[in-house]
T-cell receptor
Framework: DGGITQSPKYLFRKEGQNVTLSCEQN?????MYWYRQDPGQGLRLIYY???????QKGDIAEGYSVSREKKESFPLTVTSAQKNPTAFYLC?????????????FGEGSRLTVL | GNSVTQMEGPVTLSEEAFLTINCTYT??????LFWYVQYPGEGLQLLLK?????DKGSNKGFEATYRKETTSFHLEKGSVQVSDSAVYFC???????????FGSGTRLSIRP
């Protein structure tokens, strides 16, 4: 079945460590996104990519990095520079313009910093 | 730029009650409008959308009408069920249409 797969579902990290969250899609979508969700808050955009080998910062990119070497994959690295990384991370994809289509989301990755 | 303001929660209702969750927007032009739903422990999924003024989106008994006069896209359901308990997000594209912005979400709990 087509969809978006995020892994791991749960991740624990010690302070000072980098961690990479995986996001893979087989929907043949050009655009991919990373959002962060904190309790009681909406979704905040971290990074997005409209095409392979290109990506843009969202509203809260500091302390995060991404790559888009393949159309299907858009991994997110949470670096030690991210001051408060404990959160629920959601990956999504869409046909190039979200204005006419919809976002398809993965089931999320919950990161806890110990 | 475009923005969206959503009714704060949480909202708690009894089964079979009428539901309204308010959403208002500020936008350049007439972008598509969306409602997404997030069930516990899951990602978001599209619930319904409207692509132009006066359009009504509907799905699973939920409805929302794109009203440009009041810049609103309120979500309604005539008779809620326990299975409707979730967080609901109103959304619209950024001005550039390259990405979507979400409201803060409204948590809905339905009592049996």
């Amino acid at each position: 079945d087509g969809g978006i797969t995020q892994s791991p579902k749960y991740l624990f990290r010690k302070e000072g460590q980098n961690v990479t969250l995986s996001c893979e899609q087989n929907l043949n979508h050009d655009a991919m996104y990373w959002y962060r969700q904190d309790p009681g808050q909406g979704l905040r955009l971290i990074y997005y990519s409209q095409i392979v080998n290109d990506f843009q910062k969202g509203d809260i990119a500091e302390g995060y990095s991404v790559s888009r070497e393949k159309k299907e994959s858009f991994p997110l690295t949470v670096t030690s520079a991210q001051k408060n990384p404990t959160a629920f991370y959601l990956c999504a994809s869409s046909i190039a313009s979200p204005n006419t289509g919809e976002l398809f989301f993965g089931e999320g990755s919950r990161l806890t910093v110990l | 730029g475009n923005s969206v303001t959503q009714m704060e929660g949480p909202v708690t209702l009894s089964e079979e009650a009428f539901l309204t969750i308010n959403c208002t927007y500020t936008a350049t032009g007439y972008p598509s409008l969306f409602w997404y739903v997030q069930y516990p422990g899951e990602g978001l999924q599209l619930l319904l959308k409207a692509t132009k003024a006066d359009d009504k989106g509907s799905n699973k008994g939920f409805e929302a009408t794109y009203r440009k006069e009041t810049t609103s896209f309120h979500l309604e359901k005539g008779s809620v069920q326990v299975s409707d308990s979730a967080v609901y997000f109103c959304a619209l594209p950024y001005s550039s249409a390259s990405k979507i912005i979400f409201g803060s979400g409204t948590r809905l709990s339905i009592r049996p």
